[in-house]
T-cell receptor, first 111, second 114 residues
Framework: EDQVTQSPEALRLQEGESSSLNCSYT??????LFWYRQDPGKGPEFLFT???AGEEKEKERLKATLTKKESFLHITAPKPEDSATYLC????????????FGKGTMLLVSP | ETGVTQTPRHLVMGMTNKKSLKCEQH?????MYWYKQSAKKPLELMFV???????ENNSVPSRFSPECPNSSHLFLHLHTLQPEDSALYLC?????????????FGEGSRLTVL
């Protein structure tokens, strides 16, 4: 059974204080790992797809990296508008496969 | 309108009521999904429709009944719900239901069952 564990559950940062969110996964074969951002009262918004170990993707202050067992979402010099819940999901490569989501990390960036 | 639109945004219903949630996507996608989001739990996939055909029913109780009349519209019919069914119900779409994990979500319908 595919599993996704995100840590920490919640993270509070000061504006400008860089940090990383972790997503550990277990999947028989990885088709893709996905990061989403969810603002309160909204649906998740797609951020990145990573397909293989060693791959990196960047968007503004966010950089996602992937190994064979985990992914990190690095946040450099965060701003208050980066406050949100960040969701990680994996899709197995076997046949028809839907996404398995983690519980998310709630990030709060204070001015 | 653009993206994925869900109505109503908020719904309060009694356990004996019948109501429906509606989702419409304006992205030209071929797959549509219903997810349930409860506090402290991961997103739970409920149903998947690919080219209007249901391809996934994730052991969802029969009090939830999906309907997909075309690739742009998706409904979730609700009847005799339980208080534990209170949650945020999210609709999503994707280009293809089998290949991509890049989903486009609506803003959700917040359901409260009294």
């Amino acid at each position: 059974e595919d599993q996704v564990t995100q840590s920490p559950e919640a993270l509070r940062l000061q504006e400008g204080e860089s940090s990383s969110l972790n997503c550990s996964y277990t999947v028989s074969g990885l088709r893709g790992l996905f990061w989403y951002r969810q603002d309160p009262g909204k649906g998740p918004e797609f951020l990145f797809t990573l397909y293989s170990a060693g791959e990196e993707k960047e968007k503004e202050r966010l950089k996602a990296t992937l190994t064979k067992k985990e992914s990190f979402l690095h946040i450099t010099a965060p701003k208050p508008e980066d406050s949100a819940t960040y969701l990680c999901a994996v899709q197995a490569s076997e046949g028809y496969s839907t996404l398995t989501f983690g519980k998310g990390t709630m990030l709060l960036v204070s001015p | 309108e653009t993206g994925v639109t869900q109505t109503p945004r908020h719904l309060v219903m009694g356990m004996t009521n019948k109501k429906s949630l509606k989702c419409e996507q304006h992205l030209g996608h071929n797959a549509m999904y219903w997810y349930k989001q409860s506090a402290k739990k991961p997103l739970e996939l409920m149903f998947v429709y690919n080219f209007k055909e249901q391809t996934e029913n994730n052991s969802v109780p029969s009090r939830f009944s999906p309907e997909c009349p075309n690739s742009s519209h998706l409904f979730l019919h609700l009847h005799t719900l339980q208080p534990e069914d209170s949650a945020l119900y999210l609709c999503a779409s994707s280009q293809d239901g089998q290949i991509t994990g890049e989903l486009f979500f609506g803003e959700g319908s917040r359901l409260t069952v009294l």
